[in-house]
T-cell receptor, first 118, second 115 residues
Framework: AQKITQTQPGMFVQEKEAVTLDCTYD???????LFWYKQPSSGEMIFLIY??????QNATEGRYSLNFQKARKSANLVISASQLGDSAMYFC???????????????FGQGTILTVHP | EPEVTQTPSHQVTQMGQEVILRCVPI?????FYWYRQILGQKVEFLVS????????KSEIFDDQFSVERPDGSNFTLKIRSTKLEDSAMYFC?????????????FGEGSRLTVL
């Protein structure tokens, strides 16, 4: 089974509107972290936001927020007020704590290409 | 702002040749990683390195691959005899010691093209 699933290969949004990028995950580890990274066409990986499995509140970072629904095992990224510069590939990733033995490996989803239209 | 730097940005090589990709992680970080991304596909874990040894590796990381940190700053990935399917973007990443939530800081990647 896939540990991280991103079901939207591509998404389109109008500039200044909000968009939600879906991510579901699969783990039996009670302690884990969920991450979103942005990969523009230039190729670098840019960290956006993090959510810990024990965090009570949804994470927010500026225009990015993470809609964490633990029971559903989903960690959707919400981008508010989209900008043209948000056009990129977006990856959801997970780190499992593995009882404290994890060395921090991230497992990535397939990614979603977001296109922002003017 | 400190960053992870990688060289070369692009390397073209012939099948069967050895390739060394270099990375300088962020100076106070303790965990180091290599990932690869075949064009248009997801980012795949190769290996993690901590305390001067491999801490975890994936099935992709076979005997053709090796990593080392020869001088306390550089972190290298060596592919002994490249194959066509090794063509990919290779990302180095590092993380400071911390809880499970510490994010990975990625370099800008080294694109390897095997002909």
């Amino acid at each position: 089974a896939q540990k991280i699933t991103q079901t939207q290969p591509g998404m389109f949004v109008q500039e200044k509107e909000a968009v939600t990028l879906d991510c579901t995950y699969d783990t039996s580890d009670p302690s884990y972290g969920l991450f979103w990274y942005k990969q523009p066409s230039s190729g670098e990986m840019i960290f956006l936001i993090y959510q810990g499995s024990y965090d009570q509140q949804n994470a927010t970072e500026g225009r990015y927020s993470l809609n964490f629904q633990k029971a559903r095992k989903s960690a959707n990224l919400v981008i508010s007020a989209s900008q043209l510069g948000d056009s990129a590939m977006y990856f959801c990733a997970m780190r499992e704590d593995a009882g404290g033995t994890s060395y921090g490996k991230l497992t990535f989803g397939q990614g979603t290409i977001l296109t922002v239209h003017p | 702002e400190p960053e992870v730097t990688q060289t070369p940005s692009h390397q073209v090589t012939q099948m069967g040749q050895e390739v060394i990709l270099r990375c300088v992680p962020i100076s106070n970080h303790l965990y180091f990683y290599w990932y690869r991304q075949i064009l248009g596909q997801k980012v795949e874990f190769l290996v993690s390195f901590y305390n001067n040894e491999i801490s975890e590796k994936s099935e992709i990381f076979d005997d053709q691959f090796s990593v080392e940190r020869p001088d306390g700053s550089n972190f290298t990935l060596k592919i002994r005899s490249t194959k066509l399917e090794d063509s990919a973007m290779y990302f180095c990443a590092s993380r400071r010691r911390g809880p499970v939530g510490g994010e990975l800081f990625f370099g800008e990647g080294s694109r390897l093209t095997v002909l």
